[in-house]
């Protein structure tokens, strides 16, 4: 018993140092100290000659070395005992390929294909060994004999994926398509890898080329599958009017299948500012669909696209179709959403404060769970602060940062204390709730919290009175209460009379926003290159590098100029919550990936 309780102890002893110089060799490779590397791997191979990681460690750290001759040795020795692991023979014609000696690296290769005549199961080793060292056409040759020696064998998804790898497109695509029709479980798989190839630019050669070959076996083969990726490529490339006419047809053909994809295809089309598109298709799921919540969030959709283009004149029918969509489905828990969004239409464009905050403290009555009543009450505290009941406002903002003070609706609710708090000249609690709110778990929010913050603080330096603070709060309150002559008068006022201080990269950035929103593009321009140039290290900087990128796309038509800034948020401003977006905007311009 004691022997045996000694074998195990020394054992584990073993065990532990092989564990320990092995974690050691590993730290050395992986830094670059391959001689330390090769003497722990020396030491470890010569103690258990038959563990594969410790061989491939020695010969790797060999060849990093430059040591062909010390890893020949090792590997023909290793090929000399017998029972040949495969992949050695791969190993063995790397290393002669390294050396120089190619007619010899070929006899291995071809030697590690020929075991596959004895075991076709190899081929999963000796193809991952050839992809591994980037051996291309050695790996489309061992799984091309595999599958014909043994018919079961479906290597179809590394094929395609090496054919991508060498650059022969159309194979790829062909493999990819078949692999989808008979295996439904990789298709999500396969459109990561596909998107590799396939961009937002609609005149690339591989977009072009994947849309022809799905546009031939449409012709020849009635799959759904064809319309389905060609509703997700013209997706990739902001096609939505042409996703839309795909995903009609999947639909029209599957009467049965649900609308949850046009649904999503409707979003997505609006986020992309294709409100045209985003509208087509609501009407359409409003003549489809039975379901009334579906039903209820379209109709809502539709007055709020007419709604975001809307001027004054368009208001009376505007406040209509509100009326009349909450008379047909009544004012129950189904129709929130559109009790919220009246109420903000009654306030924010028809000044009805009253009118809207009485409709919503009804609604407050209705039997509703905890997260309908905060944004209720949200929805509630934003009218009374537009209507600068601030005192009535924070109480409503309080109680829902209390009720979900974990969730993000806690956390803006939160920052819309220190908003109103700003608004109303207490700076002081406007700073001890931003200070918290800078690491909230949404980045929109915690960067807008330390915009606030930095702009409250930096202005209260040197200012005791903090005049240029208290005239930037006003004019803040008046953009938010869509009173924009007002709040543009105070600030011109700011940019003339505290010229140089702290506060006026923030007056030239609100000011830019305000001649955006009324189509002044060209002073907008003026502001925010001002800021660019004489704000380089400000927390604004990436704001207007993104904001004026846009101007130059979307309304200036002056994609090198977009470029450009892009590339400035890129490559100079890698935190910027704007990084994605300029990505993606920058690939739109280019046509290519960005890495």
Not at 240 to 246: D, E, I, L, V, W
Request: aromatic share 12%; with cysteine; charged share 25%.
């Amino acid at each position: 018993m004691k022997r045996s309780i000694l074998f195990i102890f020394v054992l584990f002893q073993c065990m532990a140092l092989f564990a320990q110089d092995e974690a050691i060799a590993r730290q050395y490779f992986e830094k670059g100290e391959f001689e330390k590397a090769i003497v722990y791997y020396k030491k470890l191979y010569t103690k258990n000659p038959n563990n594969r990681s410790y061989l491939m460690g020695l010969v790797s750290s060999y060849q990093q070395s430059e040591k062909y001759v010390e890893a020949e040795k090792v590997l023909l020795q290793k090929l000399d005992n017998g029972n040949v692991y495969p992949v050695l023979y791969v190993e063995t014609g790397y290393n002669y390929q390294l050396m120089g000696k190619m007619q010899k690296a070929e006899t291995y290769y071809n030697k590690a294909i020929a075991t596959l005549d004895e075991n076709p199961n190899y081929a999963y080793a000796v193809g991952n060994a050839f992809k591994g060292k980037t051996l291309l056409d050695n790996a489309i040759a061992t799984y091309k004999k595999a599958m014909k020696l043994n018919p079961e064998f479906n290597f179809n998804y590394d094929l395609a994926y090496i054919y991508g790898e060498k650059g022969d497109i159309e194979n790829m695509y062909e493999m990819y398509l078949d692999l989808m029709v008979e295996r439904a479980n990789l298709v999500g798989n396969i459109k990561r890898n596909l998107s590799r190839f396939i961009d937002s630019n609609v005149g690339n050669e591989n977009s072009a080329l994947f849309k022809k070959l799905l546009l031939k076996r449409a012709q020849t083969d009635p799959n759904v599958l064809w319309n389905e990726l060609l509703s997700w490529l013209f997706i990739q490339q902001g096609q939505y009017k042409s996703a839309y006419a795909q995903e009609k047809a999947i639909y029209k053909r599957s009467p049965e299948t649900s609308l949850n994809s046009i649904v999503d295809l409707a979003k997505i089309a609006l986020e992309n500012n294709d409100a045209e598109t985003a509208k087509s298709i609501y009407e359409f799921i409003i003549a489809e669909s039975r379901d009334t919540q579906l039903l209820i969030h379209s109709k809502l959709e539709l007055i709020n696209i007419d709604l975001a283009n809307a001027h004054k004149k368009d208001n009376a029918k505007i406040e209509t179709a509100f009326k009349q969509l909450l008379a047909e489905y009544g004012e129950n828990t189904q129709t929130l959403p559109i009790q919220i969004a009246y109420a903000r239409f009654l306030a924010f464009k028809l000044s009805e404060t009253d009118m809207a905050e009485a409709r919503l403290k009804k609604a407050l009555e209705l039997p509703i769970n905890k997260y309908a009543e905060a944004q209720i009450r949200m929805t509630l505290a934003d009218i009374l602060v537009y209507d600068e009941k601030f005192n009535q406002a924070l109480i409503y903002y309080s109680q829902v940062q209390k009720d979900l003070k974990n969730d993000v609706l806690g956390q803006e609710a939160r920052f819309k204390v220190a908003q109103t708090s700003f608004y109303k000249g207490d700076f002081e609690w406007a700073e001890t709730q931003l200070k918290v709110l800078k690491s909230s778990t949404s980045q929109l929010i915690a960067n807008d919290a330390l915009q606030l913050k930095l702009l409250i603080s930096d202005n209260k330096l040197g200012d005791t009175t903090q005049v240029a603070l208290k005239l930037y709060a006003e004019a803040d309150l008046l953009a938010y209460q869509n009173n924009d002559d007002g709040a543009m008068a105070i600030l011109s006022t700011i940019l003339s009379d505290h010229k140089g201080e702290p506060i006026e990269d923030e007056a030239l950035f609100k000011q830019a926003s305000l001649f955006e929103k009324h189509g002044d593009y060209e002073k907008a321009v003026l502001d925010y290159q001002k800021i660019i140039t004489f704000y380089p290290t400000d927390i604004l900087m990436d704001d207007a590098l993104y904001k004026l990128a846009m101007l130059y796309k979307n309304e200036l038509s002056k994609p090198d100029e977009a470029k450009q800034l892009l590339e400035r948020i890129i490559y100079e401003h890698q935190d910027s919550i704007y990084l994605i977006d300029a990505r993606k905007e920058y690939r739109s311009i280019r046509g290519d990936q960005v890495e």
